[in-house]
């Protein structure tokens, strides 16, 4: 912006009149982009409120989006640190008791100690051609061998690494390990089998073995709604029923874990509150705009209009039930909280509760997000407003541009047509001061005679 400025320096005793002069000038034209500046500093705090507003509205749509699943069917655990369960639409209600009897573990073998040093030069053969055996239920009547030949890039243990990985049909992985110091390194190739199986596994050069059986493995072993059969699995991760997933995580053997699928009170609980939480923090966020002293919205009325929408949402009745039914209420400050006496007298019948709640398309959680939509949507009341102030901002960029142009020329032309006026003046004065003293020089001279 243009300002008091120093470019002018002249030589005349009127110098620092022409520089007042250019101050003054560029100072007045300045008045205008000062006025653009302030507006462009008002539309920035503008957007960024309501990128804030945004956020919280956001956050809101994904907390109504927990409480939506939580409505619906859902699975649970009564011992997490045993196993989890997770449910999709596909799951029906259902209870279902698993004893962990083994949690299963993965077969591994380590290559012996050559003295290796450097996984990335040395190698436990010069060989570049091997084979893979992985025996699984080995000495047993359904014992299966399956090998694989493969060739390295090198003779490195890191290159045999790679080349191990690199094939997928045996179900291993390879990792290179350091057993030994920061001082002695000793580096060894281990291979851990990823089903759970009793295994064996098995490296070769050509002509002798590489590896040393560590552990044999075992698969996932569990009895079901209390019976005596044992069932086996070679994953930990079990599709026990149409849309529902067990996670094995332990093996507590005897002590069953009871899997519910269906509504469950305690989870809708939890999303409630959740839902009052963010639905709090913004309420505040729009309190803030409120009022003369508020926020950069001050007296927009897009806050009466959001305000609008989060009451219609909370107040929002269903065949003849509410969220204050369900014990969300509003206090004075429009702040919700989930009273639990409250909430568990109405979970008696929660097949009401979540009748009302309802999912993406039907009931309080539909009418929310279609409320929501309206504020966050391609064409809802917020994102309207800030592609309008990005709309001014860039027209404010414009003008600041072109009226801080105006202004440099200004300055510049003023600041050369002063230095004009100050060259001529100092040359005058330079010719008075020759002429005044020549004639006084005359003047003495003629006393003289």
Known sequence: ????????????????????????????????LKQYQNQQTRLQAESAEISLLSAKFTALGTALDRLSTAAGITASSSDATILTATSTSGAAKGTYTLDIRDAGSSAMSLSPSVGITDPKTFGLS???????????????????????????????????????????????????????????ADYRLSIQSTDLAPQTIQLNDGSKDLLTPQATGSR?????????????????????????????????????????????????????????????????????????????????????????????????????????????TADKTGHLSLDAGSFDKAAVNLSQVTSFLGSATSGFISNAKAAFEGATGLTGSLTSASEGIAGELKAQDELIASNQQRVDDLQARLSAQMAASD?????????????TAMFKAMAANSSQY
């Open 1 to 32: 912006m243009g300002t008091t400025s120093s470019i002018f320096a002249g030589n005349s005793r009127y110098a620092q009149d022409f520089q007042s002069v250019i101050d003054r000038a560029v100072a007045i034209a300045s008045l205008p």
């Open 126 to 184: 010069a060989s570049t051609a091997f084979s893979l055996t992985v025996k699984t239920d080995p000495g047993t009547a359904e014992e299966q061998t399956k090998t694989v030949s493969f060739s390295t890039q090198g003779v490195s243990l890191n290159d045999l690494r790679d080349a191990i990985n690199a094939q997928t049909d045996l179900h291993a992985h390879a990792t290179v390990v350091n057993v030994g110091t920061s001082a002695q």
């Open 220 to 328: 996932v072993t569990y009895r079901l709604n209390g019976g005596s059969e044992d069932f086996k699995a070679d994953s930990r991760t079990l599709a026990l029923a149409d849309g529902l997933t067990i996670n094995i995580l332990a093996a507590k053997s005897g002590t069953p874990v009871t899997v519910s699928v269906g509504e469950n009170a305690s989870t809708i609980s939890l999303a409630l509150t959740s839902f009052a939480n963010n639905y709090n923090a913004l309420v505040d966020e729009i309190d803030k705009n409120h009022g003369s002293g508020g926020g950069a919205l001050s007296g927009n009325a897009l806050m009466s209009q959001l305000s609008s929408t989060l009451y219609h949402t909370v107040f929002y009745e269903n065949g003849g039930t509410s969220l204050a039914q369900l014990g969300l």
């Open 423 to 435: 060259a001529l003046i100092a040359q005058l004065e330079q010719q008075a001061t020759f002429f």
